[in-house]
């Protein structure tokens, strides 16, 4: 009944607090899959994140569609985020594609910084802001979450008030299902 929550595309000053007291509340972790360019801004939620036992991964520097770059610019986008990440005492061993998009090039940078690239199984596309309530996103996790699904969900790139939201509501109903959220 083991779950992963992962959060992407932060850390965001106004979101990622209150993702982490709605994780504190229910005594869960979840993995936080983040963008270089937002870490050095943020490197007191970065070290938050990490010290309240939740997994940090590389999320690129910049959110760049990586299936339209070269081996060398996936590299960059990785080695630039990594160092980010660095100079809040992270070291990712997971790698996220932004949007999704792998290609032989994304994977082999993978394999080449020892980065183990993880996915999603279930997606509330709580980032189409203009067309996705909180309620879609609410009934999509509870609709197609089973054991050892990977739920996305996003605490930065935009307004994320429904999903803050939609998470108030998911995460007990999944508890009193029996699931349990693990951080990858």
Same mark, same amino acid.
């Given at each position: 009944?083991?779950?992963? #929550?992962?959060?992407?595309?932060?850390?965001? $000053?106004?979101?990622?607090?209150?993702?982490?007291?709605?994780?504190?509340?229910?005594?869960?972790?979840?993995?936080?899959?983040?963008?270089? *360019?937002?870490?050095? $801004?943020? #490197?007191?939620?970065?070290?938050?994140?990490?010290? &309240?036992? @939740?997994?940090?991964?590389?999320?690129?520097?910049? @959110?760049?569609? =990586?299936?339209?770059?070269?081996?060398?610019?996936?590299?960059? &986008?990785?080695?630039?985020?990594? &160092?980010?990440?660095?100079? *809040?005492?992270? @070291? $990712?061993? !997971?790698?996220?594609?932004?949007?999704?998009? +792998?290609?032989?090039? %994304?994977?082999?940078?993978?394999?080449?910084?020892?980065?183990?690239?993880?996915? +999603?199984? %279930?997606? $509330?596309?709580?980032?189409?802001?203009? @067309?996705?309530?909180?309620?879609? !996103?609410?009934?999509?996790? =509870?609709?197609?979450?089973?054991?050892?699904?990977?739920? =996305?969900?996003?605490?930065?790139?935009?307004?994320?008030?429904?999903?803050?939201?939609?998470?108030?509501?998911?995460?007990? %109903?999944?508890?009193?299902?029996?699931?349990?959220?693990?951080?990858?």
């Amino acid at each position: 009944m083991a779950i992963a #929550l992962t959060m992407d595309d932060g850390p965001h $000053p106004a979101y990622t607090p209150q993702v982490l007291e709605i994780l504190r509340r229910y005594d869960i972790k979840a993995t936080f899959n983040m963008i270089g *360019a937002q870490v050095g $801004p943020n #490197l007191s939620l970065v070290r938050e994140v990490s010290s &309240e036992g @939740h997994t940090i991964t590389n999320h690129t520097w910049d @959110h760049a569609d =990586l299936s339209h770059l070269t081996y060398h610019q996936v590299i960059d &986008e990785i080695d630039r985020c990594n &160092e980010a990440l660095a100079n *809040a005492n992270q @070291h $990712p061993t !997971i790698f996220r594609a932004p949007f999704g998009n +792998w290609s032989k090039a %994304v994977y082999q940078a993978c394999a080449d910084r020892q980065l183990k690239p993880v996915a +999603w199984s %279930v997606d $509330p596309r709580d980032w189409d802001t203009a @067309h996705v309530d909180t309620q879609m !996103i609410v009934h999509n996790v =509870l609709a197609h979450t089973h054991p050892h699904s990977i739920i =996305l969900e996003h605490d930065g790139g935009g307004d994320r008030r429904n999903t803050v939201q939609a998470l108030k509501t998911f995460i007990p %109903v999944l508890l009193d299902r029996g699931y349990r959220f693990v951080a990858m």
